[in-house]
């Protein structure tokens, strides 16, 4: 059975003066919202042959589409440079429509499934963000996973007007390149003893061309509690704000009481 689902949202925070609320971390300050997201969700469901008529439905596709619009600030400044000097920038258009948005799943072999999501720039036509994850698991619990993140960063951090242009409006950029991402995850995990797990993982930045961390663990499973011991190295990145570096994670997860420490999740 193939399902078509259209949606349409509406969002509206005001400005609310938020100075004297402390900052702990980002959720501390609702920004100003004024826009409306559009979009489609498409599935593709199934029953599987071996349940017969009593089988649950079974999701083995699912797409969406969306796309916002902003009645309140911009999106993002369109800029261009100004003839005769690389360091000025003229303010062109505000953008009011928001990347394309899009992820679709995967669910069709029963020990395979995928998920790729994607932001489309229509302003640059190009790719924002493009990430995809495989994953194959058999019935030990055996995992492989295989995933790759590439998120550009924003070549231009903040714009600043210049009181030294003749002609306003003209701004000057400041240049950046912090925030882009592009990597690719190796995660396996194998069973040895009933209880036992072992598995191992590489985060490598494509972009630098280092290792940021190598782990290996293992994880105790008994029937109502678990636990996990990981063992951390961490490379040095090239621009050296990250030294070489060793760490120790245990943590311990009691069924339905709750969790202490960091846990791997394969």
Same mark, same amino acid.
């Given at each position: 059975?193939?399902?078509? !689902?259209?949606m349409i949202?509406?969002?509206? /925070? ?5 100075k ?10 609702i ?5 409306m997201t559009?979009? +489609?969700?498409?599935?593709l469901i199934g029953?599987?042959e ?7 439905p079974? !999701?083995?596709a699912?797409?969406?589409l969306?796309q916002?619009? /902003?009645f ?7 800029l261009?440079q100004s ?15 928001s990347n394309? &948005?899009?992820e679709l ?11 790729w999501?994607a932001e489309?720039?229509p302003h &640059?036509?190009?790719?924002?963000r493009?990430n995809?994850?495989?994953?194959a ?11 790759y993140?590439?998120t550009k960063s924003?070549?231009?951090? !903040?714009i ?10 003209y701004f ?14 190796l ?15 590489i &985060?490598?930045?494509?972009s630098? &061309?280092?290792?940021v961390?190598?782990l290996?663990g ?5 029937q109502?509690?678990s /636990?996990?011991l +990981? ?9 050296k704000?990250?030294?070489k !570096?060793?760490?120790v994670?245990? /943590?311990i997860n009691?069924?339905?009481i709750g969790s202490v ?6």
């Amino acid at each position: 059975m193939h399902t078509i !689902e259209p949606m349409i949202h509406y969002q509206y /925070s005001p400005r609310v003066n938020q100075k004297d609320i402390p900052i702990f971390d980002e959720v501390d300050r609702i920004p100003y919202t004024n826009q409306m997201t559009y979009g +489609i969700t498409q599935r593709l469901i199934g029953k599987p042959e071996k349940g017969g008529a009593s089988a649950a439905p079974y !999701e083995y596709a699912k797409f969406t589409l969306s796309q916002s619009y /902003s009645f309140g600030d911009p999106y993002e400044d369109d800029l261009y440079q100004s003839i005769g000097n690389p360091y000025i920038f003229i303010l062109k258009k505000r953008q009011y429509f928001s990347n394309i &948005r899009g992820e679709l799943w995967l669910n069709f072999i029963p020990y395979v499934t995928a998920h790729w999501d994607a932001e489309l720039n229509p302003h &640059r036509w190009g790719f924002d963000r493009f990430n995809f994850t495989i994953r194959a698991e058999d019935k030990r619990g055996d995992v492989l996973q295989v995933q790759y993140r590439n998120t550009k960063s924003k070549s231009i951090q !903040e714009i600043i007007f210049d009181p030294r242009a003749t002609t306003p409006p003209y701004f000057y950029p400041y240049l950046g390149t912090s925030g882009g991402v592009q990597q690719i995850n190796l995660d396996a995990r194998v069973k040895t003893i009933n209880p036992l797990y072992v598995f191992s993982g590489i &985060r490598y930045n494509i972009s630098d &061309r280092y290792n940021v961390v190598n782990l290996y663990g293992i994880e105790y499973q008994a029937q109502c509690w678990s /636990s996990t011991l +990981i063992l951390e190295y961490w490379g040095e990145s090239p621009d050296k704000t990250r030294k070489k !570096e060793f760490k120790v994670n245990f /943590s311990i997860n009691l069924l339905n009481i709750g969790s202490v420490g960091r846990k791997l999740t394969l």
